[in-house]
């Protein structure tokens, strides 16, 4: 006998207790390997194949497809089970040996079971985004045998991922997520088929995207496209789990499933403070899309396999400041939802188009007046400051981020800030006598900056073109970004 994981030494028992417990030990290890054998036995012998034999895996292959972007599937035949052979014909259990052996643990549970596993074995699941939640979600589908799992995503790694997107290696920055993740789940589970879909969910691709998918998992977190997912969700009769992870807390909930609420029925329109509230901006600890990623994959091996309570019209939240779960009870399906109602007004992707672009959800907002900003280009901000000329450089990000990093003389002004602190402005400017350069860390909230201060009469605004990045890209590729 070992002591447990806390060091502390284990009761001693004394020599009939010790008989006792290895009967018991021995009494289970039997029950289980009489169940594993009455599963084979059920399972029968393969077919073409002498009882006994040892199932030898397919050659992996890499197959193009136009249909759908820049798509490849990597599988073997799927679950190990030849086209050509059914299940019907591989025993009562309809399972092959080796798939019994593999998902033994899975058939021991009651829930799951048999028809659990086989439904699994059988279902097709699209997973979008290959970032944080996906490196959960990603590893346990795969590794629970669903069948066929899809995978889009435009993005390449970067080593600002790695904190979080552990699905990576520091070796394979600037590949393809969507790639590096599909040879993830091969190098996991060989037997399933797995598509990599190099491309963005636009409303123009999804439906032919969710064609033949049993369940989609929306692992984007990107607040923008929620709504293009639920409503091809809905269009096409599709379940959908979605969840989200930023800064220490995240959530996870089931759409559009056994009568339940679509994400519209929650949210009909969405709130202009969460419109933008993203990760790479607002931050997150490495481990929250761990927890919501692996709740997310509880969550779809429960619609798929068919088995457990999944959450539909009720919000699980989890909060990494005190370690906390809790659940909430959703409202219900609205008979006047614009996507699941009686009389839906989104009745095709070209509607929901419409809404996304009346409700500003488009991948890249920017507001009219800014385009018109007064702007300097990276090199030539560093030609101002090379020069030795007088200027102000507010810096406009929030605090948080101004302590990462920053450049030399720089002043933080929080947009959010900006209008209430005129007067500090004011002096810094030597009452605006002196040129003003707002600079933020992409080039939006600067411009923000640069269209109010023009607003309240400053004469000499600039925006630096591109922020920080575009710095850190052309003037000096040791300056720190995030």
Not at 46 to 63: A, F, I, K
Not at 147 to 165: A, C, V
Not at 245 to 269: D, I, K, N, T
């Amino acid at each position: 006998m070992t002591s447990d994981s806390s060091g502390s030494e284990p009761e001693k028992l004394n020599p009939e207790q010790q008989l006792l417990a290895v009967a018991n030990l021995k009494a289970e290890n039997e029950a289980l390997r009489a169940r594993i054998a009455a599963l084979e036995a059920a399972a029968g012998p393969l077919p073409d194949q002498p009882s006994g034999s040892t199932v030898q895996p397919n050659t992996t292959h890499v197959e193009s497809s136009s249909s759908v972007g820049s798509t490849s599937c990597c599988s073997n035949n799927k679950n190990g089970v030849g086209n050509e052979v059914s299940r019907e014909s591989l025993g009562k259990a309809g399972m092959t040996a080796a798939e019994i052996a593999r998902y033994s643990r899975h058939l021991l549970v009651p829930a799951v079971g048999v028809e659990g596993q086989r439904n699994l074995l059988d279902k097709t699941c699209l997973v979008i985004g290959a970032g944080g939640l996906a490196s959960a979600v990603l590893p346990y589908l795969a590794g629970a045998g669903v069948g066929h799992i899809k995978i889009i995503d435009f993005d390449k790694i970067e080593t600002s991922n790695l904190h979080r997107q552990v699905l990576y290696r520091e070796g394979q920055a600037g590949q393809s997520k969507a790639k590096c993740a599909a040879a993830t789940v091969r190098d996991i589970n060989s037997s399933i088929r797995c598509t990599a879909i190099e491309e963005a969910l636009t409303h123009d691709n999804a439906m032919g995207t969710l064609a033949g998918v049993d369940l989609v998992v929306d692992a984007s977190d990107n607040p923008r496209t929620r709504y293009l997912v639920n409503d091809a969700c809905v269009l096409s009769g599709t379940p959908l789990v979605s969840g989200s992870a930023l800064g220490m807390e995240g959530q996870v909930s089931v759409f559009h499933h056994r009568g339940g609420p679509c994400y519209r029925c929650v949210f009909p329109a969405p709130l202009a403070a969460e419109a933008g509230r993203r990760c790479s901006d607002n931050g997150v600890l490495g481990t929250i899309p761990g927890v919501i990623g692996c709740l997310q994959a509880t969550e779809a091996l429960k619609v798929l396999g068919g088995f457990g309570s999944p959450l539909v019209g009720r919000l699980c939240t989890y909060d990494g400041q005190d370690g906390s779960f809790y659940t909430v009870r959703l409202r219900p399906r609205s008979k006047t939802c614009a996507a699941c109602g009686d009389n839906p007004t989104v009745r095709s992707m070209e509607g929901s188009k419409a809404f996304a672009a009346k409700h500003g959800l488009t991948v890249a907002r920017v507001v009219p007046e800014m385009e018109r900003v007064p702007t300097a280009t990276c090199q030539e901000y560093a030609d101002v400051v090379a020069g030795g000329r007088r200027h102000v450089l507010l810096d406009v990000r929030v605090g948080v981020q101004f302590a990462v990093c920053a450049l030399d003389d720089a002043v933080n002004v929080p947009l959010s800030q900006l209008e209430a602190s005129m007067e500090k402005v004011e002096t810094l400017s030597e009452n605006r006598s002196l040129p003003v350069y707002c600079i933020c860390r992409r080039g939006v909230d600067s411009k923000a900056a640069v269209s109010i201060l023009a607003k309240k009469g400053f004469p000499n605004v600039m925006d630096v073109s591109g922020g920080l990045t575009e710095w850190a890209r052309t003037v000096d590729r040791e300056f720190p970004m995030y």
